[in-house]
């Protein structure tokens, strides 16, 4: 009986022709974060749980994948921890490390540990895959690439500005039509204070950070079923529903909260970010929602989410302003702001819509046909002198019939081959078809690579 294999739910394999287009929205990417100056790094796939534990909240606490201890794991544990099925004690004896949640608590962690080699305010960015133990479903994997791009050791909001431009010029490269909302925390916090349920500040940004995906009136009943009274909720109801401009959105949370000292300090900050948006000309619309919260418990400031106009998928870039994620290291009033690429989403999004260009489909520029060892020499050199200009060629293996030889090239999307036979070997010529229209064209072997360029 043959053996099904399979990878596990949420996660995929990637053959080449998906690797082409991964690498060119990567490739892409990485071109915009140099082009602002900042510097690549990498953390280890799995982080101590200490380090992830308690940072995500516990929505995010419970989507951690664990790793069991090596050796014998069930060693440490205690008959009174089965008895009760103490399941937090169990882990906490079985498991020592986790799989990484995101990429941004793992870099607060870099940052304490490699603060005497670091100069601030530091500029990095990461594109490594990060794992959630989250249902899967369209859009939502439990391993999958994020592209983070963050500046730490800086309070000033010229930094968010920056952000805005990155995700604008990201997208524009890409071709994606977005648009780009955000809020701020104090904000949230002030509407919390005005609504009279301060206390309650996490878990009302916890539902509202729901609210795309549930809708508003179960985030209402989850809202009840945290303590908020009816009234709180109808205080609510107008900022969550609120469908006004962004200069009518500032009206109407400065007349909810401008009394409150957080949520003032959140709107000076607002007003700050939008007038470098409107100072500067930027090809994305971006808009004030009250309703934005990001559920992370380590946002403070800013935050930032990204949709995408012409396709129904959830967030496909976002981020926020953190103050105080090294101090829970114990690095204190070292604040960062970062956002975060979401490439399988993105990928998804350009699938699509179809904006992949066709060059992402090509696994070569030009292939030489085989017609036996005589001709294959001539072949190996042309092609050296082809890679040596950057120009990506192959050989086909073996000698085999043109038709076998010519249809691995239109599989494969190579859009020219070219014939060297005992002719042009002994002519110094070759044969070059362009795979798109058939035509073929005879010119001297020197002359290949301005041909092909």
């Not at 596990?8 to 082009?35: L, Q, S, W």
């Not at 020592?96 to 962690?109: H, I, M, Q, S």
């Not at 500046?151 to 920056?162: D, P, R, Y």
């Not at 109801?237 to 957080?262: A, H, M, Y």
Request: glycine share 8%.
């Amino acid at each position: 009986m043959a053996i099904q294999v399979s990878t596990p739910k949420g996660t995929r394999d990637f053959g080449p022709a998906e690797m082409n287009r991964r690498n060119y929205i990567f490739n892409t990417i990485k071109e915009v974060f140099h082009a602002y100056g900042f510097s690549q790094i990498e953390t280890p796939a799995m982080e101590n749980l200490s380090t992830l534990l308690g940072k995500y909240g516990n929505e995010g606490d419970k989507l951690l994948f664990k790793i069991l201890n090596s050796g014998d794991f069930t060693s440490k544990i205690s008959q009174d921890d089965l008895a009760s099925q103490n399941y937090i004690g169990i882990t906490n004896n079985i498991s020592e490390k986790g799989l990484r949640y995101d990429l941004t608590v793992p870099f607060a962690r870099f940052v304490v540990q490699h603060r005497n080699d670091i100069v601030f305010p530091f500029k990095r960015y990461q594109i490594q895959p990060v794992w959630r133990a989250d249902k899967p479903q369209k859009g939502r994997y439990r391993e999958f690439y994020q592209c983070d791009v963050d500046i730490i050791g800086s309070k000033s909001l010229l930094n968010e500005f920056e952000l805005i431009q990155i995700i604008d010029n990201v997208f524009a490269k890409l071709g994606i039509s977005v648009t780009l909302k955000i809020n701020n925390r104090k904000i949230l916090s002030g509407i919390a204070e005005a609504i009279g349920e301060a206390d309650k500040f996490v878990a009302i940004t916890v539902a509202i950070d729901k609210i795309d995906k549930i809708g508003l009136e179960k985030v209402e009943d989850e809202l009840r079923a945290n303590g908020l009274s009816d009234d709180a909720i109808a205080k609510l109801r107008p900022i969550l529903t609120n469908k006004g401009n962004t200069d009518e959105t500032f009206q109407l949370i400065e007349s909810v909260i401008g009394n409150t000292e957080t949520g003032k300090a959140g709107i000076e900050e607002m007003n700050v970010i939008f007038g470098y948006v409107k100072a500067h000309k930027l090809g994305i619309n971006v808009e004030l929602d009250l309703s934005l919260a990001r559920g992370l418990n380590y946002y403070t400031g800013a935050i930032f989410e990204v949709k995408a106009n012409d396709v129904e998928i959830g967030s496909i870039c976002g981020g926020g302003r953190y103050d105080n994620l090294t101090g829970i290291f114990g690095l204190k009033d070292v604040s960062g702001v970062g956002v975060s690429f979401g490439a399988d989403r993105i990928y998804d999004v350009m699938t699509q819509l179809d904006l992949f260009p066709k060059q992402t489909d090509e696994y070569s520029k030009a292939l030489f046909v085989n017609f036996g060892q005589a001709e294959e020499c001539a072949c190996i050199e042309i092609a050296g002198k082809l890679r040596n200009q950057g120009i990506s060629c192959e050989i086909f293996p073996e000698k085999s019939k043109l038709d076998k030889q010519f249809k691995y090239a239109d599989s494969h999307n190579i859009p020219y081959v070219i014939i060297i036979g005992e002719n042009e070997v002994c002519n110094k010529t070759a044969t070059i078809k362009d795979m798109a229209t058939g035509k073929q064209t005879s010119i001297p072997q020197d002359e290949i690579i301005n041909f092909i360029k």
